[in-house]
Every structure is written in C-alpha cells, then in structure tokens.
C-alpha cells in the first residue's frame, strides 16, 4: 500500500498551491482519504477529507479556501489551497482508510510521507 504526496512548495500570502495524493490501488479504493498537516510544534491536524462515493468535509480553519477533490482513473486525491495564509505552513500528509475519528490521525491506517508548504 503506497501514498505519494507532491506540489508543496513555497509561496507568498495569498497564493496557491495543488497539492496531489498518488494512492496504490488498495489505498484509493478505501472509505475515506484525508489530507493532514503538521507544523513544527503542533499536533497533526485533519484539514479535508472525502469519501469514496465523493462527500467531503473540511476544517473549520479552511473552509473556503482549500478544495479537495478525487480523479478515480488516476488513483489521486488533490488538495487545492487559494488564499494560503502564514498559519497553513506545514507538511502535509495524506491519509488513507479511516478507522476512527477523521480529524484523528489515529484513525488512520495508511500514510504518505509528506510535503512541505510554507507561506510567507
């Protein structure tokens, strides 16, 4: 089972970013898929998640601003983020069968190894 995240990088307040979620077949074909984040100091949080059958739910902190969304031929979970704020700097992570709580990271079975956003 395999999570492969890309598109972090760095960026000014206000812009964008696209981050993408390459899942193994198995990964893609479970629940649930979450985007989390970390930031140094911080406990990893649940930003946006969507069911197989498409439904979506999203943390307070990013409603509005961050859409995810799933591409079934291509296995992958994106996460648009506009009107990227300093505070939204973290890696971010994506997660994949959920067992638990979706804004848990203990509900989870499944991890990619991350990638870095950082808004200045």
């Known amino acids: 089972v395999q999570l492969v995240e890309s598109g972090g990088g760095s960026v000014q307040a206000g812009g964008s970013l696209r981050l993408s979620c390459v899942a193994s077949?198995?990964?893609?074909?479970?629940?649930?898929m979450t985007w989390f984040r970390q930031a140094p100091g911080k406990e990893r949080e649940g930003v946006a998640g969507i069911f197989i059958n498409g439904n979506k739910l999203y943390a307070e902190s990013v409603k509005g601003r961050f859409t995810i969304s799933r591409d079934n031929a291509k296995n992958t979970v994106y996460l648009q983020m506009n009107s990227l704020k300093p505070e939204d700097t973290a890696m971010y992570y994506c997660?994949?069968?959920?067992?638990?709580?979706?804004?848990?990271?203990?509900?989870?079975?499944?991890w990619g190894q991350g990638t870095q956003v950082t808004v200045s």
């Open positions: 077949t198995y990964a893609y074909s479970s629940n649930f």
């Open positions: 997660a994949a069968d959920l067992r638990g709580t979706w804004r848990s990271p203990d509900g989870y079975t499944y």
